[in-house]
């Protein structure tokens, strides 16, 4: 079992920043990947960036540029660092990691970018 908790939510005018943190109950280094989603209301939840153990990265286009997600090993954290953010991005943002066969989630964080 994998427990995962976000921080760092909140509300900021557009063109803000936040830092999102999901931290892992086990060592991040037995987990395959991690990654963010979000999900605006009456939205599905979509892929926001993900990251390897060997430290590949995958962005969604509409945050190319302007997100950035990154791990730190020792910490057993993950972090997604969000610059320019646009009202767009208002969504409940949930950290998830995948280890073998099982995919675990947390329990998500509200953004809400004001225009």
């Given at each position: 079992?994998?427990?995962?908790?976000?921080?760092g939510?909140?509300?900021?005018?557009?063109g803000?920043?936040?830092r999102?943190?999901?931290?892992a109950s086990?060592?991040?280094?037995?987990?395959?990947?991690?990654?963010?989603?979000?999900?605006?209301?009456?939205?599905?939840r979509e892929?926001?960036?993900?990251?390897?153990?060997g430290?590949i990265?995958?962005?969604?286009?509409?945050?190319?540029?302007?997100?950035?997600?990154?791990?730190?090993?020792?910490?057993?954290?993950?972090?997604?660092q969000?610059?320019?953010?646009k009202?767009?991005?208002t969504?409940v943002?949930?950290?998830?990691?995948?280890r073998?066969?099982?995919?675990?989630w947390?329990q998500?964080?509200?953004?809400?970018?004001?225009?």
């Amino acid at each position: 079992q994998v427990l995962l908790v976000e921080s760092g939510g909140g509300l900021v005018q557009a063109g803000g920043s936040l830092r999102l943190s999901c931290a892992a109950s086990v060592s991040i280094n037995s987990i395959n990947a991690m990654g963010w989603y979000r999900q605006a209301p009456g939205k599905q939840r979509e892929l926001v960036a993900t990251i390897t153990r060997g430290g590949i990265i995958n962005y969604a286009d509409s945050v190319k540029g302007r997100f950035t997600i990154s791990r730190d090993n020792a910490k057993n954290t993950m972090f997604l660092q969000m610059n320019s953010l646009k009202p767009e991005d208002t969504a409940v943002y949930y950290c998830n990691a995948q280890r073998a066969w099982d995919l675990f989630w947390g329990q998500g964080t509200q953004v809400t970018v004001s225009s």
